[in-house]
């Protein structure tokens, strides 16, 4: 069953350019160090990123109340394919509303990077 589906598109030049005047206080809150560590400082893969947490929390429904942004972040398997980890708080969390599995998909090009998530749960 459906829990929840959310999305997000980020415009990367606008990105950059918050990017660049924000700078590391900006990373820091919004990214884990292995988030950084793995995207360095290209723009539409910061960009996917942070548009894979948007739609999370759009797809949970409650944006960001009680939650950081750190607490979801965005990995990616043998193969490439994004996928999320959580924090604890979060997995107990989602365990708590029935979501028992999270589908992310990111996808970017020259301007923008686009994100989906799908929720499942087991029937109520």
Request: with cysteine.
């Amino acid at each position: 069953m459906i829990k929840g589906i959310g999305i997000d598109i980020v415009e990367v030049i606008r990105f950059s350019k918050i990017l660049k005047r924000r700078g590391q206080p900006l990373l820091t809150r919004v990214f884990t160090p292995q988030e950084l560590e793995s995207c360095g400082t290209i723009a539409y893969r910061l960009a996917g990123r942070f548009a894979a947490k948007e739609a999370f929390f759009k797809a949970l429904g409650t944006g960001f109340r009680g939650f950081k942004w750190q607490e979801v972040e965005v990995k990616n398997n043998p193969l490439g394919a994004p996928y999320f980890h959580f924090s604890e708080k979060l997995v107990a969390y989602l365990d708590s509303i029935g979501v028992t599995k999270t589908h992310l998909t990111i996808s970017h090009c020259k301007e923008y990077a686009v994100a989906q998530v799908i929720m499942e749960g087991k029937q109520e």
